[in-house]
T-cell receptor, first 111, second 115 residues
Framework: DAKTTQPPSMDCAEGRAANLPCNHSTISGNEYVYWYRQIHSQGPQYIIHGLKNNETNEMASLIITEDRKSSTLILPHATLRDTAVYYCILYSGGGADGLTFGKGTHLIIQP | DTAVSQTPKYLVTQMGNDKSIKCEQNLGHDTMYWYKQDSKKFLKIMFSYNNKELIINETVPNRFSPKSPDKAHLNLHINSLELGDSAVYFC??????????????FGPGTRLTVL
């Protein structure tokens, strides 16, 4: 049961903004949208999360539509080191539950 | 000062053997996890421990036995290894306890190869 849908792969030119979409049309009211990424041969890395409002941190911005049925992760100035698989995950647990990873989007930053 | 560390990084062993993977976190987190990433790169939760108590056991064969001697450590012991156990195993930790909050910190992974 895939709760999120992401494109399998995307390309982006180095220095440009990378916009990664995620559809979650069946999201529940108490589910947060989390983004993680996994650089080749490394453990996954937390990027950002949000519930309703748009969020920004030092790594990225998260834009959630008003109906919360989709979101976009924005890497403002992509570098080659941003090449990774990006996972959009819904979470509503009590803080000690595992995350359910889907297939993610393989983002390739082109020089 | 690695936040979440795992040993060994690589483990090659024969079918039928018993092996352990160790995980330690120095973040002061209450919750620790084990995930398995198979050859198709699917990442799945196996276990979750909160304050040394088992919270989640996701349909994992009972040949896999996690052990948490204290909050900072969660080791994974695997009995009677099978070919299908070959995968990368990731340990993770999170502060735990806050509804909806689950920023997890992952270790570098242990690549297990069963021959």
């Amino acid at each position: 049961d895939a709760k999120t849908t992401q494109p399998p792969s995307m390309d982006c030119a180095e220095g440009r903004a990378a916009n990664l979409p995620c559809n979650h049309s069946t999201i529940s009211g108490n589910e947060y949208v989390y983004w993680y990424r996994q650089i080749h041969s490394q453990g996954p890395q937390y990027i950002i999360h949000g519930l309703k409002n748009n969020e920004t941190n030092e790594m990225a911005s998260l834009i959630i539509t008003e109906d919360r049925k989709s979101s976009t992760l924005i890497l403002p100035h992509a570098t080659l080191r941003d090449t990774a698989v990006y996972y959009c995950i819904l979470y509503s647990g009590g803080g000690a539950d595992g995350l359910t990873f889907g297939k993610g989007t393989h983002l390739i930053i082109q020089p | 000062d690695t936040a979440v560390s795992q040993t060994p990084k690589y483990l090659v062993t024969q079918m039928g053997n018993d092996k352990s993977i160790k995980c330690e976190q120095n973040l002061g987190h209450d919750t620790m996890y084990w995930y398995k990433q198979d050859s198709k790169k699917f990442l799945k939760i196996m276990f979750s421990y909160n304050n040394k108590e088992l919270i989640i056991n996701e349909t994992v064969p009972n040949r896999f036995s996690p052990k948490s001697p204290d909050k900072a450590h969660l080791n994974l012991h695997i009995n009677s290894l099978e070919l299908g156990d070959s995968a990368v195993y990731f340990c993770a930790s999170s502060p735990g306890g806050l509804a909806g909050y689950n920023e997890q910190f992952f270790g570098p992974g242990t690549r297990l190869t069963v021959l």
